[in-house]
């Protein structure tokens, strides 16, 4: 039963994108994945609109002062089995704007972060690179050990 | 109102495509094709550096440290940091800093992101 | 539009302005006018009266140690005028345009957020860039302003577990109910938030707040040398991005006065009609996305991934070029590529037949967009919107042809502009605008110089100041830089084109219906990481 | 004291074959039908991981959904938050029972004379439900879903009755089964009445809230919908609901206008064949929408609502009317 639901969770990861604070850069990539190009609904991701719904949390940006707290709640709004991806340099540790004085740095700052993504922007497929590697990484490891991701 | 009656093209284009093959690049199965200048993670060769520290003073988001290194002052690459503008390549003396077009660089844990100076000797080679 | 030589423009500036403010010709584009901070709003009425197209591009205000300069940058007839006054520090205070020109309500706004003037008369001075929880005396942009203990404190509003949406009775009438389109929405791609009163169906008042995506860019401009300016202010936008490296580029090389060879020019043309075609074929697409036709968005995005390889194949990234540097391009035009984006051009302009046909015969898609958000043509010059948006209401701007900047002096194209100004207007400007910049490409690549492509540029840039403007996809994109012989810049400033274009948004949605929001909102094709840098 | 022997074939009947077994494995299996069309409509590849082709992905998303943590919100109705779903979902399954299947329906001996408007009423009922679920979340994008479903739904269910009963005159009996029959023997009703076949697709596009009318799901005005506070196995049942009511809204229009399970029996026995056409035709239909909806963007709420009043309510009147005149005075001349 425990392998059933495990192949479940690989199989659907449902995907919500939240935009603390980027250039739009890798957020046009990330939407560039639902397209026919590269198509990530392939590997059952698709793009949910409430954080209820939702498995995986795709952060982008540097995340301002403002977003913060908005990401901190949908992050609390998302179901139990629950990932952070943080995409682009700006999420994984600020980029180019750290040390401004708006801006928090990294997304780890906020909410735990499992998969890093660098690159200003990361190529599409590098962010199904990120996404392979998270899921392949909560197959290897234990279904208990996974949520409680290193801060 | 006696409007023509304009046939959406879409009629005809979207049951051809029920017929037509989709645009898909089936991308972790097969190897993405990239061009050859594409800016990915850059490769150092310590053999060429002189430790001018020009690379760290010039780069954008401050992710180039200089570290010691047995007695001199290399670059670390915080690839966390890094944007990826080769302006250090460009703004090194010595081209000691090349262009590589390695760009699947997801990790789970950040640490891996730190690439030090006398390791990046090895993954010159490992870098594909 | 004939482009008036510069004596008759200042000869008229001569006789009405003489007596008042000494004017500077050549400065700071056209001419500038210094004058004395009670008489800001007499000078811009009679640059209104001397032309009735006159609009404010932009407002700087910089930090000049005891005083506080402040620059209404208006554009007359295509061309630049700035207005100099200066404001003493202790009660910085100044009569508003606002009533002269509506268009600056949200410049002004900024200006009291960021450097702490007052504007007296202004409707509602209010947050408007910075996040609610700032200090309320520390104003950022001043150059003794101590920045370092507040970036660290992580505001802690409530926290309730509803998703972001709050519907309540509004304070002032019972039947009018508030919806607040929160940060977090999937349709649009970034957070900015707008507070709906809704009367049943009708939209009666739209309140937006931005400053969600504020970093704090043109602050650390300030901090870094010219060189790592340019790769921080390309970061501002990753949709237009080259135009912002190239207007940052443009304004310190007329600081410099350098002579950019041929070559750089007529590249620099390439990789921005290149970032033109793929920012309007993402609008496009959006644009399907919004009003809930999935396979334009998909059809659309999917015939844009060539143009996507080709400024890879170009500058080596796909979205973020970083090709542009002071005195020229970083990488040369291969001879081998020319062939692959001749074909790539070719494919896409067939496909526009199809996108063109679907545009004006869709019923489902004309029902949702015709008659949406009409903008009338001296509504959009009051409002002093740019690029598309006023395109489509019958203003003829465009800066490519007003005021010629890389090669486009010398290429041959026309103007794309409508008069009904509703959402269809500005989807058609966009879609007829593609066709125009693949013809732009092509005579580019026809006839591109040989020669070199970059020149050596010393790395303390003399002391002076400069403004540049640049057409980006969404409109007028325009940059003061002031240097002070350091390897520092003095002062940054960036206005883009959809912060002019959001009180089109406000204006059009009032009065309009709940449902036709998202088709209006898209068709202004905003980017909330411009407008809040 | 009434000796009943527990009737095992009934059991099996019910349960399994053309009962709930077979409608949710079929539910799921027209939902990735529907998944792989739209994406090889937009000209993309659709889900392919899991299983062979990505066939068994409904099956994936379903689990997963009920393997994830429940979350009721502090001031939601409980009760109604919690069961809604699950009432919704099995009051479409009973309503797909009464459909002719394999030759008859699930429940062997339940076609009685009203039955249509029977299952007219149960679906009727189940949007209902679906609208109770979302004002039960309490949270204001599910109360204007909700909202949006009612007036939709409520919108669009007269014409549909006013079309479904062209079959049942043309059958001369609301029996689902007789119509069925009715047209095994004589033609599909299709051929007779083509316009009405036309307006009840258009009709269904409404009912399933499929593009052109797909308010209740506008991602761009209404976040989630009524499902936006729905997390793990609850939205799961919505999801099915939703899916049901498509595989229902199919059977419908195969029963009414294809001649229902009925088609030429080649050997064996015949049960297998008529569950093999009822199965084809259904896709067919499930086809048809699918590619109907890749076609339009979405209509506003209010020109929803006018093109259901003023154009479609008036339009399955004169359809009816046509169809009396026809078949009191033309076909019989003809035929």
Known sequence: MKSLTMWARLKSPWVLHFNSGACNGCDIEVVALLTPRYDVERFGIKLEPSPRHADVLLTTGVVTRQCAERLKRIYDQMPEPKFVVAIGACACSGGVFKGNYTVLGGVDKVVPVNAYIPGCPPKPEAIIDGVVKLLSSLESSKPEAKTSASA | MARKLTVSPMIKRVFSHLFTKPATCKYPFVKAEVPDDFRGKQVFDISLCVSCGLCSRDCPAKAIEMVEVDGKRRPLFHLDLCVFCYQCAESCPRNAIKSSVFFELAVIDKSTLVIKPESSLQNVSGAQ | MPVPDQDSLVSVLQHKI????????????????????????????????????????ALTGLDLGEKIGLMYHIRTKGLVVTVKTEVSKEDPKIATITDIIPGANFHEREAADLLGVVFEGHPNLSRLVLPEDWPKDLYPLRKDAKLEGVSSKLADSQCNTQPEVKMQQSQTDSRLVNIIVGPQHPALLEPEKFSLKVDGETVMDVEPRIGYVHRGVEKAAEQRTYLQDVYLIERICGICNSCHALTFVGAVEKILKTEVPDRARYIRTIILELNRLHSHLLVLGHAGLEIGY????????????????????????????????????????????????????????????????????????????????????????????????????????????????????????KIITRTEGDTFARLIVRLDEIDESINIIEYTLDNMPSGPYRVRVPRIVVAGEAVNRVEAPRGELFHYVKSNGTAYPERVKVRTPTFANIPAFLKTAIGGSIADVPANFVSLDPCFSCTDR | MIKRVIDFWLFFRVLVFPGFTFI?????????????????????????????????QPLADLIKLLSKEEIVPTNAKKRFFRITPVLAFSIMVFAICFLPIDGSSAISSSGFAGDLIFVMALVTIANFLLFVSGWASSNPYGAIGASRVLTQFLGYDIPLFLLALTPAFLAGNLALSVIALSQYKFIPFIILTPWAFVLFIITLQAELEKDPFDIPHAESEVVGGLETEYGGGRLAFLHLTRDVQIVLGAALVVTFFLGGPYGPVFFGFPEFWYSLWFVLKVLGVVVLTEYITCLFARLRIDQVLTANWRILLPLSIVSLALTIAMVTWVYPLVI
Not at chain 3, 333 to 358: C, G, H, S, W
Not at chain 4, 27 to 56: H, S, Y
């Open chain 3, 294 to 413: 999935e396979t334009l968005f998909q059809y659309m995005w999917r015939d844009r991934e060539p143009i996507m390889d080709l400024t890879e194949l170009l500058t080596g990234n796909r979205v973020i070029s970083s090709s542009m540097t002071i005195g020229g391009v970083r990488r040369d035009l291969k001879e081998e590529d020319v062939p692959k984006i001749k074909t790539q051009l070719a494919i896409l302009r067939k496909k526009m037949d199809f996108y063109q046909n679907l545009y004006r015969n869709e019923r489902s898609l004309k029902m949702r967009t015709q008659n949406v958000g009409i903008l009338s043509k001296d509504d959009a010059i009051k409002l002093c919107v740019v690029g598309p948006v006023a395109r489509a209401s019958g203003v003829l701007t465009d800066v490519r042809k007003d005021e010629p900047y890389a090669a486009y002096g010398e290429i041959p194209f």
């Open chain 4, 24 to 56: 949710l494995f079929f539910t799921l299996f027209c939902d990735w039908v529907e998944r792989k069309i739209e994406a090889r409509m937009q000209n993309r590849v659709g889900p392919a991981v899991a299983g062979p082709a990505g066939i068994l």
């Open chain 3, 18 to 57: 003489g007596t008042v403010g000494n004017i500077l010709p050549g400065q700071l584009g056209k001419a500038t006018i210094q004058i004395e901070s009670a008489l800001n709003r007499k000078v811009i009425q009679i640059l209104l009266e001397n032309d009735d197209g006159a609009c404010i591009i």
